[in-house]
């Protein structure tokens, strides 16, 4: 069935330093893939998407590229801060309109 | 616009009890749903709806059960609570399809059974 493997956490990180988040999906069909965050004590929000083979989305200096032939669409920055300390879920679409998460990541950058 | 509201943001509930999840969205939008998130395991879809009166399973429906009598609302109804249950609940709406639409997500609801 439809699927995502993202990279376990936690992972904690210095400002200013790269971060990077893998995220492998089964390649049924071609699915809609999505980043969402969770900050502390909240509810998941969209941080970007890609909906076809090599799209880039792009969002808050986040990015992920949609790679087809690798079955990948890993989440980078190239300089955190403190406030980007949350969960991220990578996610795609499968059939109709449900999306299937990975089992988040919890990035935890410290000043 | 307050988006998504949920309520209750916590709840303990014994073994047997039973309780109703409120879930609510002004966006007008279609499609809402309910999913759970257990520790290291993601979100999973409980049931979701795609309009006023149209409700279905998702991957984790059994010990739940939903209603979708006006397009603002989706309560998530548990009868006979157990333990299996505790979890944090996460409703979300979207105005038409995932592909291109946004879903939106409230805030939560962790529940406790013991």
């Known amino acids: 069935g439809d699927s995502v493997t993202q990279m376990e956490g936690p992972v904690t990180l210095s400002e200013e330093a790269f971060l990077t988040i893998n995220c492998t999906y089964t390649?049924?069909?071609?699915?809609?893939l999505f980043w969402y965050v969770q900050y502390p004590g909240e509810g998941l929000q969209l941080l970007l998407k890609a909906t076809k083979a090599d799209d880039k989305g792009s969002n808050k200096g986040f990015e992920a590229t949609y790679r087809k032939e690798t079955t990948s669409f890993h989440l980078e920055k190239g300089s955190v801060q403190v406030s980007d300390s949350a969960v991220y879920f990578c996610a795609r679409r499968g059939g109709d309109y449900k999306l299937s998460f990975g089992a988040g990541t919890t990035v935890t950058v410290r000043a | 616009n307050a988006g998504v509201t949920q309520t209750p943001k916590f709840r303990i509930l014994k073994i047997g009890q039973s309780m109703t999840l409120q879930c609510a969205q002004d966006?007008?939008?279609?499609?809402m749903y309910w999913y759970r998130q257990d520790p290291g395991m993601g979100l999973k879809l409980i049931y979701y709806?795609?309009?006023?009166?149209?409700?279905d399973k998702g991957e984790v429906p059994n010990g739940y059960n939903v209603s979708r009598s006006t397009t603002e609302d989706f309560p998530l109804r548990l009868e006979l609570a157990a333990p299996s249950q505790t979890s944090v609940y996460f409703c979300?709406?979207?105005?038409?399809?995932?592909?291109?639409?946004?879903?939106?997500f409230g805030p939560g609801t962790r529940l406790t059974v013991t």
């Open positions: 979300a709406s979207s105005y038409g399809d995932t592909y291109s639409y946004e879903q939106y």
């Open positions: 966006m007008n939008h279609n499609y």
């Open positions: 709806s795609v309009g006023a009166g149209i409700t």
């Open positions: 390649a049924t069909g071609y699915p809609s």
